[in-house]
């Protein structure tokens, strides 16, 4: 009987235990018919993978491991769940080009570079990628570096990758005046941008956030910030710690389940931070900046199930 956590080593047959320690990410691996992949089943594969799929699984960063050379194998740790979307399910063992296919022609000269030692770290470089939520505007910072075996050839890259979509915008927000700020803001639909006062009453609301929750402007001017709580976060005052967060830590991650005006559920994964002070040192308030994830949040759930399901059956 494995272990439902595939934390411990012990909880694996002795073959598999290189795999401890991904947690959803080592359900996904043994989840996957690998007879007829090219890589053979994992208690095959070479000590040169396992040991490097082993780091990769049991990193608290976001990160990729692409094996190969010709067709680069697909592998990722459980933090990285989140950039990957509706692609989670199926993504991983599968070829770098197929996971990644709308991302391919920007990604292959990186990947070339990388093989050839040229090894890059990107800072925010924007990508224009299918999600959950449609066609969006992303951008991520990140670096390839090969990986080379014993002889010096290159066996694969190592990526480390983290979608900085949310600081970017807010940044932008923060930085920006005027009507071009609010182009800016207007034109991320897919997030919801607001600001409050400092005692967490709504003084701005993007077009984002409308089309997101439901809600206009002139709904939710003025009003608390609660009322976008669903009613156990409310009776918890989620709002007032989280804005106390923000103003002692700089910044604070707000993932949770909110309220539309239509009553129903919709999960948002962002980020609530400080403005800057006014001329006279005054605090004015906060922005919050976040991404509408309910279709990922449903999917992951529902894999989750049929995971659990099979395991029973």
Do not use: C
């Not at 235990?17 to 007879?35: M, Q």
């Amino acid at each position: 009987m494995i272990s439902e956590s595939f934390r411990d080593p012990a909880s694996l047959p002795p073959h598999l235990r290189f795999l401890a320690g991904g947690g959803e990410a080592t359900r996904l691996l043994l989840a996957r018919d690998w007879s007829n992949h090219p890589l053979g089943p994992p208690e095959r594969w070479p000590d040169s993978l396992k040991a490097t799929l082993s780091t990769v699984l049991n990193s608290p960063e976001s990160m990729i491991l692409a094996w190969g050379r010709d067709e680069l194998t697909f592998f990722f740790n459980e933090t990285y769940f989140p950039l990957l979307g509706p692609r989670v399910s199926w993504a991983m063992g599968s070829p770098f080009h197929e996971v990644w296919a709308d991302a391919w022609a920007q990604a292959k000269p990186i990947i070339d570079d990388a093989f050839a030692g040229r090894s890059q770290r990107f800072t925010d470089l924007p990508w224009k990628l299918a999600t959950d939520r449609g066609a969006a505007d992303t951008w991520f910072t990140f670096s390839y570096s090969r990986i080379l075996d014993a002889h010096g050839d290159v066996t694969g890259l190592f990526i480390f990758t983290n979608e900085t979509t949310a600081r970017v915008l807010a940044d932008a927000a923060l930085r920006e005046s005027g009507e071009r700020l609010r182009l800016v803001i207007e034109g991320a639909r897919d997030h919801v941008i607001l600001t409050t006062d400092v005692g967490g009453l709504i003084t701005s609301w993007s077009s984002g956030a409308e089309a997101i929750l439901g809600w206009s402007a002139a709904d939710v001017l003025g009003q608390p910030l609660s009322v976008l709580l669903t009613p156990e976060d409310r009776a918890a005052r989620v709002d007032v710690r989280e804005l106390t967060t923000a103003a002692q830590a700089g910044s604070v991650k707000d993932e949770r389940w909110h309220l539309s005006r239509s009553g129903e559920r919709v999960f948002l994964n962002g980020s609530t931070h400080p403005l800057p002070p006014d001329a006279q040192g005054q605090a004015r308030g906060f922005l919050k900046i976040a991404r509408d994830e309910t279709a990922r949040r449903h999917a992951n759930l529902r894999l989750a199930h049929e995971t659990e399901r099979q395991r029973l059956s």
